[in-house]
């Protein structure tokens, strides 16, 4: 059990071993995609709300293989972030650095599950009717949800990786401590195994109090999507981008204010606002630290020297390896390749680390 720190030189060599998207833009294909989803009929959760006929949605690629008895033995579980859906890592940033032939999880050798949590995509979420009725799920229903698609809807027992980013990352903490037998490998992204505070509940909870006192939003009851909230929602890129990614964005004073009320529109005509505020009060149940000797995968988490959001200095991360049996830490230092906590978008600037760990 080590906590190691990476050098720039692994940082290049990282980079290099990433994969060209295609020069025209096209999005990458993979192989046998398909979409299901898994109904529960009367889902608990672990609050004592319940949410009838659940669903639960995914993607998958490629193919299941079998053993002997029957048992499929190539499951790979992938989870997204707060404001995603499984579909991102469909994206040629992640899935064409990824999945292609000879790609770490080459979609020819891996049966991969791209999962939407609860309340995210196509799964079930307020925005489907139910609104501010929508049960108060966390981080451990979405858990349970995920559980659900690869042992109910897919047959799995056991899966050769879990692994996530931001949420997923923090969700993938949490299969490791609930379902400890169930996985070979684990590699949460862009995450802590430690409970929200500090400056990343302060930001958050700038986004809920937006929500919760736009006069518009009426205790999630509206007709009409409210809109002052909006304006507060941009906090959420400048903690996700470093400086140098927002500067380049916005070189000038003119250049911020006319990205900002970018911003502002795109939220206004793409976000609901249950569906936003549900995500960041998920987090509330999100506490691994006192179990974290209940993993048994090995283990390799992956966080950015230049993310606001799982700051290096506090030094979770390092108290948390000497507590796990076969767990590594890697922290890639800032570079022209980072992006801050969005970094993780980037497949080719950590998946040598994901290569390492399916060794």
């Known amino acids: 059990m080590k906590a190691w720190l990476s050098t720039l030189a692994l940082t290049a060599a990282l980079a290099l071993a990433g994969v060209a998207a295609a020069a025209d833009g096209t999005p990458p294909s993979y192989p046998n995609q398909m979409d299901g989803d898994v109904v529960v009929r009367d889902f608990a959760l672990t609050n004592g709300e319940h949410l009838a006929n659940a669903r639960f949605h995914y993607t998958t690629l490629g193919t299941p293989r079998r053993d002997a008895s029957g048992a499929i033995t190539n499951g790979v579980l992938l989870l997204h972030g707060t404001t995603g859906t499984g579909r991102n890592f469909l994206n040629a940033s992640l899935g064409g650095e990824l999945f292609g032939p000879g790609q770490p999880l080459d979609a020819t050798k891996y049966f991969i599950i791209l999962a939407d949590g609860i309340g995210h995509g196509g799964s079930s979420k307020p925005s489907d009717g139910l609104k501010g009725h929508f049960p108060h799920y966390g981080y ?15 047959g799995i027992k056991r899966l050769k990786l879990v692994a996530g980013t931001s949420m997923g990352g923090m969700q993938t903490w949490i299969w490791g401590e609930r379902h400890p037998d169930m996985m070979d490998a684990l590699m949460p992204i862009a995450s802590q195994p430690v409970a929200i505070s500090g400056r990343n509940m302060l930001w958050r909870q700038l986004i809920i109090e937006a929500i ?95 993310d606001l959001l799982n700051p290096a200095e506090l030094g979770v991360m390092e108290a948390a390896m000497k507590r796990i049996p076969h767990g590594r830490y890697i922290l890639l230092p800032a570079s022209d390749q980072t992006r801050g906590h969005q970094t993780l978008t980037q497949a080719k600037v950590w998946k040598g680390a994901l290569e390492e760990l399916l060794k």
Not at 145 to 154: A, D, E, N, P
Not at 241 to 265: G, I, M
Not at 288 to 302: C, Q, S, T, Y
């Open 212 to 306: 919760r006192n736009d006069p518009d939003w009426k205790g999630g009851d509206y007709t009409a999507q409210p809109t002052g909230y909006t304006r507060a929602l941009p906090i959420f890129q400048i903690m996700v981008n470093n400086a140098s990614v927002l500067q380049q964005q916005a070189p000038s004073r003119a250049a911020a204010t006319t990205l900002y009320d970018q911003w502002v529109a795109d939220y206004a005509k793409t976000v609901d606002a249950n569906d936003y505020l549900y995500w960041f009060e998920s987090s509330y149940d999100y506490d691994p630290g006192p179990d974290l000797e209940k993993i048994k995968a090995k283990l390799v988490a992956v966080n950015f020297a230049d």
């Open 140 to 154: 451990v229903d979405a858990v349970e949800g995920q559980y659900r698609i690869v042992t109910q809807g897919l």
